[in-house]
């Protein structure tokens, strides 16, 4: 720990593979020119990572601290708000997180709305006092309510700023803030528009999910995924058209994570449908997802930034049914690019209510093992190995020249 913050060595020690040390080398030598000719040292990087919320935000920006810290001698501090995901992770990750008070302002009545803008100013006088106190080299901006009062405070005083949009549609903070930054790194290429001097770097993702094996196409093998709280519109329908499912696909088998909340009901609900036990499972929560997407064939999932990122890494099929409240649309935007892509077939949640729709569907992939492995291969190519230290490095030259970061990428 130093300066009262936290500080992570690699991992599991040991010697590093020659890989790692390419990395690394290639690391330097992006920010190298800024590094030494500004008077800048590694040592001095400090980078204030701002937002959170849902697990589409925070675990990307967690990677990317990691990356800051292992590669080049950041301190790294977080700030985020008591309602987001980030009250758990970060803590989790050895980080420190400083808290702000901010409230939504996307999908909530107007009295809230109206509280959330009333509070704004607070809310940025709060950052403004962290930004003087930790002096940071570049602000992280990674969407979510502690986002906007960050970035706001950073533009104010002139400290370096960088955003990350992972969705296809980015968010109100972002929109709001994107042309104003130095710099972003976007998922998807239809988000760059809404930024300035954006970068196409990917979300990051666990390495394992590149390196999978893929399964033999027979007997297939259905993965639904719902999210770590689980899709009660998933455990609502599966159930009702499995036995069915398994009759028009000759050894098929399925596992349906469904949250715990609706674990109970789930399992009774495919117990009571009749289906041979053995071809089906139901689980409460999955903690190993790249071993469970390396057995899938056909993988059907909600469509966040995260879940589309692990699925095109690990060369997935997918049905992707969005989440019709998602804000601002972003789960549809981001189905449709990996449609577009040729990776996945969408279903609207109201296709869920049509009869035979979604047992169509299901039957018409899983009897195609030829459609399924174009589907992979085209998933590949929406995939972005390495996007947490291509993030890093940008990062450490805004903060060693953001004037030439600006024209840089």
Not at 300 to 320: D, W
Request: glycine letters at 8%; a positive charge.
């Amino acid at each position: 720990m130093q300066g009262g913050y936290f500080l992570r060595k690699k991992p599991h020690g040991g010697l590093a593979s020659p890989i790692h040390l390419l990395e690394n080398c290639y690391s330097l030598i992006e920010i190298f020119p800024y590094l030494f000719t500004k008077g800048m040292r590694l040592a001095e990087l400090r980078v204030l990572i701002a937002g959170g919320g849902t697990g589409g935000h925070i675990i990307p920006a967690l990677a990317v601290a990691h990356e800051l810290i292992e590669r080049h001698g950041a301190e790294v501090l977080f700030v985020g708000t008591a309602r987001g995901m980030e009250i758990r992770l970060v803590p989790e990750s050895g980080f420190n997180l400083r808290l702000i008070d901010v409230g939504p302002l996307k999908n909530v009545s107007l009295v809230t709305r109206l509280r959330t803008m009333m509070g704004l100013p607070r809310s940025i006088s709060a950052c403004r006092r962290l930004i003087r106190e930790f002096k940071p080299s570049v602000v992280f901006g990674v969407g979510g309510y502690a986002s906007g009062p960050a970035m706001a405070a950073a533009l104010q005083l002139k400290v370096p700023t960088m955003v990350f949009e992972p969705n296809a549609q980015p968010g109100l903070t972002n929109r709001l803030v994107g042309m104003k930054v130095q710099a972003a790194a976007v998922n998807f290429p239809s988000a760059a528009k809404w930024f300035r001097n954006a970068e196409v770097t990917g979300i990051p993702v666990r390495p394992m999910f590149f390196t999978l094996e893929q399964p033999p196409s027979s007997p297939p093998h259905l993965l639904v995924f719902g999210g770590s709280q689980g899709a009660n519109i998933f455990n609502t329908h599966l159930p009702k058209i499995i036995v069915e499912l398994l009759d028009a696909v000759p050894g098929l088998t399925v596992t349906h994570q469904c949250g715990v909340r609706h674990a109970v009901k789930t399992q009774a609900n495919y117990a009571a449908s009749g289906a041979d036990p053995n071809r089906w499972q139901v689980c409460p929560f999955l903690d190993d997802m790249p071993l469970r997407f390396a057995q899938a064939n056909l993988v059907m999932a909600r469509s966040g930034a995260s879940t589309v990122a692990e699925l095109a890494a690990a060369c997935k099929p997918a049905l992707l049914v969005p989440f019709a409240a998602a804000a601002d649309d972003h789960q549809r935007r981001n189905a449709e690019e990996m449609v577009n892509a040729g990776a996945a077939v969408m279903l609207f949640e109201w296709d869920l209510e049509l009869s035979g729709m979604l047992l169509q569907t299901l039957k018409d992939l899983l009897a195609d093992p030829q459609r399924l492995a174009a589907m992979a291969a085209a998933a590949r190519t929406q995939a972005h190995p390495g996007a947490a230290e291509r993030i890093a490095v940008r990062l450490a030259a805004i903060a060693a020249d953001p004037v030439s970061s600006q024209t840089a990428g």
